[in-house]
């Protein structure tokens, strides 16, 4: 398996998840933006570089990204004015929230073996 098909696989998850909690805003893959794609394609490869990682880590490292694109804290996502409001310390996000990265973590364990 090729690191960009589990990438996929994780976003999917992850929509689907985001759909159980009424939040609609999630792209298919085939439909994601680039910078999505590229952004989970980082979040397998640290998970790839790092296979202790933990869930608080993972978001660590996603907000970090995030800011260094020029993302800022808001209340309300929004692409354009690249406002996020998970951009916060892992323990000051909400439950639902907290889980997207624990379930980056068990997918990533259940397939980094299979990883080319």
Not at 23 to 41: C, G, H, N, T, V
Not at 82 to 98: A, I, S
Request: glycine share 2%.
């Amino acid at each position: 398996m090729k690191i960009e098909e589990l990438a996929r696989i994780i976003h999917e998850v992850n929509r689907l998840y985001c759909m159980s909690h009424m939040d609609m805003s999630q792209l298919p893959w085939s439909r994601a933006p680039e910078w999505q794609k590229e952004s989970m394609i980082a979040g397998v490869i640290l998970h790839l570089e790092d296979e202790d990682i933990t869930a608080e880590k993972s978001h660590e490292s996603w907000m970090a990204r995030k800011v260094n694109e020029g993302w800022v804290y808001g209340e309300i996502k929004d692409v354009e004015k690249k406002t996020h409001p998970d951009l916060v310390p892992f323990d000051q996000l909400p439950e639902e929230e907290r889980f997207k990265d624990t379930i980056v973590k068990t997918i990533m364990d259940l397939f980094r073996s299979q990883v080319e």
